[in-house]
């Protein structure tokens, strides 16, 4: 493999397995060191200075050359651990592997992959300082009192947001090999998280100094609001279906409902080989949905109805609980955040657009819309979905203002 | 991509360490032995238990916790009983050293114990180095530091193996009766351990190891050479807290016993630099000691005379001899004294001056050429000596004047009791009998000195031949007098002192010399050598005209010589060296000149010929260049015509297709490389897939199904590309049991 794209990181980044050393690199290193650079000397490296203090002032005390020669070699083992210490980290090149999405309060796996693309030398001993945290590190609805909080307080409270963890590499790295760490990453809320390979770090070879260099990585992902518990109410279970009204939407039924071009992915049972063949492109069959009933959502979120931080956050997760139950259960037709354009679902990938517009949405200063505007949700203004709050902490759903859920 | 080698668990890791550390450990201790420190018991119960720690670490759990909290304070109260008790500082620390590496390897070691244990053996091996000054230091610091290297490398993957973050705090205080067993000792098994290191063991990696090795000794040394030296304080440092016994016997007295048997030692005692070797006499003659009294059977150094001569002790660097300053190049000896054999420190003659490498305590001796420090020194001693006369004939105008004072006779002659070097305190029968032995040696005539000594060694040489294993003819009398009158052998000593006594009875004034004569000169090192075999008494005998004449009556030597040996060439040729003991001691001299008795001097001089060496290949560049241009010149401004162009145009065609070629093979090469991922066929894997095709070759041939299945695999990881390849130890275990099966 090549590490030669551009997601991947470290001094083999561009190396391709062969020797990327400039003496120009090294010399700007020197005089401007990349961000995270760092050498701190450790107990071991703080006696080995020590002794190497401790000998040299006994042997120009005395001119007696066995200390001479003792504290020689005591400094070129101190060059040994620096150069063996480069030839560690050279030639290693990293990259984030993020998923794709994140959900609040759920633990996923984020991949550090790594690549030693020297030709002999193995790699040990290295270390990966990552984090995790909120783009907008202030939770939503807490703006306008953070003016008046002190700096100290704030800069607490994004530290406390920021998950730290340390990743190891504990075996071997081979030349030219390959090595997956994992780092089991639980988001705590919603929003957009950006995570940073702070800092490479090691002891190799012989302890004396930790050094770090500088990850130089940075991803954002999206965090999905989290799942959680609300109740039903008998409304939302047991609608009955509408005399004569007709569901216009893809499901899995038998009746088929239209063609589609192929997408990567799709089935190769659902292929309308005829239709393909007349239109010289790849065609799939959509059947209807057998479902009686659809419905659709539009999460209003004006700030002077959702004041309250924590009922705001309870409002995006129930949205966002109550969304994915109706898409599993295919009853969803169409959502709609504010005043945005309804949006039809009739894919993962639909659905999965809305959940990541909640995990950013933040509460309108401006007036809710309109009921002319709510006709645009597809529904005509029927099976519509809307949110408001129930007594002082909670959220209820209505559908055609009848209370279906609260949470 | 499947890893081509298995990797070390942690277990393995940390028996690894554990075995890295009683390495060094041991190590660490055996340097007592090259101390002249009485610790054999610590050091042979340090081996011991270290070796039984190392074999079975599993007994240390059975080590109560309790004895564990105790042996700290147990240790720190033996070594101030021993301090208090000896009152030796130093000796008391290398115990207390001692005790604790003993204490650290038997518990199982934390990263800090570890480090302790590193720090406590580098104590030790500098101690020994610096009290010693020996080439053995030289190994023993090289060997400790890879040890210490490697021990450190293993604890650094043992921590990256272990890392938890964050860091679980450890309990500070238990109530556990017995130690808890590591997983590591559990599985302890030293045969699997060697087995698993081998089959992780690259052998680029380990070449590449030790060329990193060879570089830091390198880079030491280049340190060595740069690190700027200037000395804050002149100190005697580490000799100054123990003291040292001489052991090759030099002292200002020698006994005549019944019987004497003389051990033949080839240790060595001095070496020698002479900066021209053909100034060297053919038969050198160091002088330490000279005895002037006989009394009681002994020849000693009177305390009269070393009152009268001897100055007072000073520190000082250097000494100011007898000698004056001379034309020409000045000819200076170094001498590189081993530790041990004496504190009179042996001298070619009489010296213009003398400089030390260090400050030394010292009291000397111009009129009797003689220096010596105030203890026996602990290290090696190195002494520069400029304007050496190696003359036989050292002149005495101080012992002329108080000759010319002395009381005398009627005759003429000094009166012998006045002197000690005329001295001869034996009863009347003994008296008669050396008058006898000497009226034998004259024949009644009246000689000089010179012809006396000379008539005197033949006749010492006709009654006694030369043995190391000699005894006395019993009687009454004094021991030398009754060996002068038998036929028994003897060796140098009994000579010198027969000589001494005869041309006392004769009248001249005489003194015994000790010190060491000869010597070889080592073929590879181009100095002269000295050994303890080389140890050698003869004596010194007025000659009445101002000085006193050397005579070696010893058989085999040449007994007097008035003026300067020849030298040279031959004289070299003659005791020329070329053994494997002196390629040995070659690399012992190179320690003493280039690493022992570095100075600033040499750092300068060291530069100087860095600069000097560089400007000379500068020129010889600058020379070869303009030679080129020139002949390019004359090349160029020479007649074309057609046949010419053609020969130069096709030889740049040439040349061009020569480069192209190569660039091709070169990229051909890469390109081969690329595509099989790694096509080189000294891959291990590949190799080891090789050999089991081979193994299992005629079992395919059989048809074995076993065989069969695993037969494809083994030949992509022979011959595939490695992207392509399986898991490498599954499919060798598959290997391994498709060969055993039946």
């Known amino acids: 493999m090549s590490a030669a794209s551009d997601d991947w990181e470290g001094p083999g980044r561009s190396s391709g397995g062969r020797w990327g050393f400039r003496w120009s690199d090294l010399v700007w290193a020197l005089v401007f060191p990349r961000t995270g650079q760092r050498i701190m000397p450790t107990v071991s490296g703080v006696i080995l200075v020590a002794l190497a203090f401790g000998i040299g002032t006994a042997a120009y005390n005395t001119a007696n050359n066995i200390l001479f020669i003792t504290l020689s070699l005591l400094l070129a083992c101190l060059l040994l651990s620096?150069?063996?210490?480069?030839?560690?980290?050279?030639?290693?090149?990293?990259?984030?592997?993020?998923?794709?999405?994140?959900?609040?309060?759920?633990?996923?796996?984020?991949?550090?992959?790594?690549?030693?693309?020297?030709?002999?030398?193995?790699?040990?001993?290295?270390?990966?300082?990552?984090?995790?945290?909120?783009?907008?590190?202030?939770?939503?609805?807490?703006?306008?009192?953070?003016?008046?909080?002190?700096?100290?307080?704030?800069?607490?409270?994004?530290?406390?947001?920021?998950?730290?963890?340390?990743?190891?590499?504990?075996?071997?790295?081979?030349?030219?090999?390959?090595?997956?760490?994992?780092?089991?990453?639980?988001?705590?809320?919603?929003?957009?998280?950006?995570?940073?390979?702070?800092?490479?770090?090691?002891?190799?070879?012989?302890?004396?100094?930790?050094?770090?260099?500088?990850?130089?990585?940075?991803?954002?992902?999206?965090?999905?609001?989290?799942?959680?518990?609300?109740?039903?109410?008998?409304?939302?279970?047991?609608?009955?279906?509408?005399?004569?009204?007709?569901?216009?939407?893809?499901?899995?039924?038998?009746?088929?409902?239209?063609?589609?071009?192929?997408?990567?992915?799709?089935?190769?049972?659902?292929?309308?080989?005829?239709?393909?063949?007349?239109?010289?492109?790849?065609?799939?069959?959509?059947?209807?949905?057998?479902?009686?009933?659809?419905?659709?959502?539009?999460?209003?979120?004006?700030?002077?109805?959702?004041?309250?931080?924590?009922?705001f956050e309870l409002l995006v997760s129930f949205a966002a609980t109550l969304a994915e139950d109706l898409f599993r259960a295919g009853r969803l037709t169409t959502v709609a955040v504010n005043d945005r354009p309804p949006l039809p679902v009739r894919r993962v990938r639909d659905f999965e657009s809305f959940l990541d517009a909640l995990a950013v949405v933040q509460p309108l200063p401006a007036a809710a819309p309109s009921p002319d505007e709510a006709t645009r949700a597809g529904a005509g203004g029927k099976n519509l979905i809307i949110f408001a709050p129930d007594g002082a902490r909670g959220v209820a759903a209505f559908v055609d203002g009848e209370k279906t859920a609260s949470a | 991509m499947a890893p081509s080698k298995p990797q070390l668990s942690l277990d393995d890791l940390q028996q690894l360490k554990w075995l890295l550390g009683g390495v060094l450990a041991l190590f660490s201790a055996w340097t007592v032995f090259y101390l002249d420190v009485d610790a054999w018991t610590l050091l042979i119960l340090n081996t011991v238990a270290i070796l039984v720690a190392l074999v079975r670490p599993g007994w240390l759990a059975r080590i109560p916790v309790a004895a564990h909290a105790a042996a700290f304070p147990v240790i720190v109260a033996c070594f101030l009983a021993d301090l208090w008790s000896g009152g030796q500082l130093l000796p008391a620390m290398i115990r207390l050293d001692l005790m604790l590496i003993l204490y650290r390897s038997l518990s199982y070691r934390q990263r800090r114990d570890d480090l302790q244990l590193i720090v406590l053996g580098l104590f030790l091996v500098v101690v020994a180095g610096v009290l010693t000054v020996s080439l053995a230091f030289a190994f023993q610091i090289l060997a400790f530091t890879a040890c210490a290297l490697a021990f450190l490398f293993v604890i650094t993957l043992v921590d990256a193996s272990e890392a938890v973050w964050p860091p679980v705090p450890t309990p500070l205080f238990t109530w556990?009766?017995?130690?808890?067993?590591?997983?590591?000792?559990?599985?302890?098994?030293?045969?699997?351990?060697?087995?698993?290191?081998?089959?992780?063991?690259?052998?680029?990696?380990?070449?590449?190891?030790?060329?990193?090795?060879?570089?830091?000794?390198?880079?030491?040394?280049?340190?060595?050479?740069?690190?700027?030296?200037?000395?804050?304080?002149?100190?005697?440092?580490?000799?100054?807290?123990?003291?040292?016994?001489?052991?090759?016997?030099?002292?200002?007295?020698?006994?005549?016993?019944?019987?004497?048997?003389?051990?033949?030692?080839?240790?060595?005692?001095?070496?020698?630099?002479?900066?021209?070797?053909?100034?060297?006499?053919?038969?050198?003659?160091?002088?330490?000691?000279?005895?002037?009294?006989?009394?009681?059977?002994?020849?000693?150094?009177?305390?009269?005379?070393?009152?009268?001569?001897?100055?007072?002790?000073?520190?000082?660097?250097?000494?100011?001899?007898?000698?004056?300053?001379?034309?020409?190049?000045?000819?200076?000896?170094?001498?590189?004294?081993?530790?041990?054999?004496?504190?009179?420190?042996?001298?070619?003659?009489?010296?213009?001056?003398?400089?030390?490498?260090?400050?030394?305590?010292?009291?000397?001796?111009?009129?009797?050429?003689?220096?010596?420090?105030?203890?026996?020194?602990?290290?090696?001693?190195?002494?520069?000596?400029?304007?050496?006369?190696?003359?036989?004939?050292?002149?005495?105008?101080?012992?002329?004047?108080?000759?010319?004072?002395?009381?005398?006779?009627?005759?003429?002659?000094?009166?012998?009791?006045?002197?000690?070097?005329?001295?001869?305190?034996?009863?009347?029968?003994?008296?008669?009998?050396?008058?006898?032995?000497?009226?034998?040696?004259?024949?009644?005539?009246?000689?000089?000195?010179?012809?006396?000594?000379?008539?005197?060694?033949?006749?010492?040489?006709?009654?006694?031949?030369?043995?190391?294993?000699?005894?006395?003819?019993?009687?009454?009398?004094?021991?030398?007098?009754?060996?002068?009158?038998?036929?028994?052998?003897?060796?140098?000593?009994?000579?010198?002192?027969?000589f001494i006594v005869l041309a006392r009875a004769a009248g001249f004034p005489a003194r015994l010399v000790s010190g060491f004569k000869g010597g070889t000169w080592n073929a590879f090192s181009n100095n002269l050598t000295v050994r303890n075999s080389n140890a050698h008494a003869w004596c010194e005998i007025w000659n009445g005209a101002g000085a006193w004449l050397r005579v070696d009556p010893t058989p085999g030597s040449a007994p007097v010589t008035s003026a300067n040996e020849p030298a040279g060439e031959a004289a070299l040729a003659a005791r020329m060296d070329r053994s494997w003991s002196a390629r040995l001691d070659s690399l012992r001299i190179f320690w003493y000149r280039r690493i022992v008795n570095f100075d600033r001097g040499n750092q300068l001089d060291t530069l100087r010929n860095v600069k000097s060496a560089t400007q000379l290949y500068a020129q010889r560049a600058r020379a070869a260049l303009d030679r080129i241009v020139q002949s390019g010149r004359a090349w160029l401004a020479s007649g074309w015509n057609g046949?010419?162009?053609?020969?130069?145009?096709?030889?740049l065609f040439a040349l061009a297709g020569a480069g192209w070629a190569a660039l091709a093979a070169v990229r051909g090469w890469r390109w081969r490389r690329r595509r099989t991922g790694d096509g080189s066929r000294s891959d291990p894997a590949r190799r080891e897939a090789g050999r089991w095709l081979a193994r299992l070759q005629e079992r395919k041939t059989g048809g074995a199904p076993v065989v069969l299945d695993v037969w494809p695999q083994l030949e992509r990881i022979r011959y595939g590309s490695r992207p392509s390849w399986p898991d490498l130890e599954s499919v060798f275990r598959q290997a391994r049991q498709a060969l055993r099966a039946r």
């Open chain 2, 643 to 651: 046949r010419r162009i053609a020969t130069v145009v096709a030889t």
């Open chain 2, 176 to 498: 556990r009766i017995s130690v808890a067993t590591p997983a590591w000792v559990r599985h302890a098994d030293w045969l699997r351990l060697l087995g698993r290191l081998r089959a992780v063991s690259d052998w680029r990696i380990l070449v590449f190891g030790a060329l990193l090795f060879a570089g830091v000794v390198g880079a030491s040394g280049l340190l060595f050479m740069a690190i700027p030296r200037f000395q804050l304080e002149n100190s005697l440092f580490l000799d100054r807290f123990i003291s040292k016994k001489a052991r090759t016997g030099f002292t200002d007295n020698i006994k005549f016993g019944d019987v004497t048997d003389i051990i033949s030692d080839n240790g060595l005692a001095v070496s020698i630099d002479v900066s021209d070797p053909a100034q060297m006499p053919a038969t050198p003659y160091l002088r330490m000691v000279v005895l002037d009294e006989y009394r009681d059977g002994s020849f000693l150094l009177s305390a009269p005379l070393r009152r009268a001569v001897f100055e007072r002790e000073q520190p000082a660097m250097g000494v100011y001899g007898t000698e004056r300053p001379r034309p020409g190049a000045p000819v200076y000896w170094t001498f590189y004294l081993e530790s041990g054999v004496s504190r009179y420190l042996p001298l070619p003659g009489s010296f213009e001056r003398l400089n030390f490498r260090e400050l030394q305590n010292v009291q000397a001796s111009k009129s009797l050429r003689l220096l010596a420090l105030r203890n026996e020194p602990v290290t090696m001693t190195a002494y520069r000596i400029d304007g050496v006369n190696t003359s036989p004939l050292l002149p005495d105008p101080a012992f002329a004047q108080s000759l010319r004072t002395a009381l005398r006779d009627p005759e003429g002659r000094p009166v012998r009791a006045s002197r000690r070097e005329l001295a001869l305190p034996f009863g009347a029968s003994d008296q008669a009998a050396l008058q006898a032995a000497v009226a034998k040696i004259t024949g009644g005539a009246a000689l000089g000195a010179e012809e006396f000594a000379r008539r005197a060694c033949e006749w010492l040489d006709a009654q006694h031949d030369y043995s190391l294993q000699s005894t006395l003819p019993s009687g009454t009398g004094d021991p030398l007098v009754r060996w002068i009158g038998g036929r028994e052998p003897g060796h140098c000593e009994l000579f010198a002192g027969s």
């Open chain 1, 82 to 311: 620096g150069v063996l210490s480069w030839l560690n980290s050279k030639g290693m090149a990293w990259r984030l592997q993020p998923p794709p999405s994140l959900r609040a309060g759920q633990e996923a796996v984020v991949a550090l992959e790594l690549h030693n693309a020297k030709r002999l030398l193995p790699t040990y001993g290295l270390w990966f300082g990552a984090t995790a945290r909120p783009v907008d590190p202030v939770p939503p609805g807490t703006g306008e009192k953070s003016k008046d909080r002190p700096v100290r307080e704030i800069l607490a409270e994004t530290e406390k947001e920021r998950i730290r963890t340390r990743l190891f590499l504990r075996g071997r790295l081979d030349a030219g090999g390959t090595a997956r760490l994992e780092w089991n990453l639980k988001p705590t809320r919603r929003g957009t998280l950006r995570l940073a390979l702070e800092n490479v770090g090691s002891l190799f070879p012989f302890g004396f100094l930790q050094k770090r260099i500088g990850g130089g990585l940075r991803r954002e992902v999206v965090v999905w609001p989290a799942a959680i518990e609300y109740r039903r109410w008998g409304a939302l279970s047991s609608r009955p279906q509408t005399a004569g009204a007709r569901v216009a939407r893809a499901g899995s039924g038998i009746d088929l409902f239209a063609l589609r071009r192929y997408e990567p992915g799709d089935s190769h049972r659902l292929i309308h080989w005829k239709a393909s063949a007349r239109s010289r492109q790849l065609l799939v069959r959509q059947f209807a949905a057998e479902s009686q009933e659809s419905l659709a959502l539009w999460l209003q979120t004006p700030a002077d109805r959702w004041s309250r931080p924590e009922q």
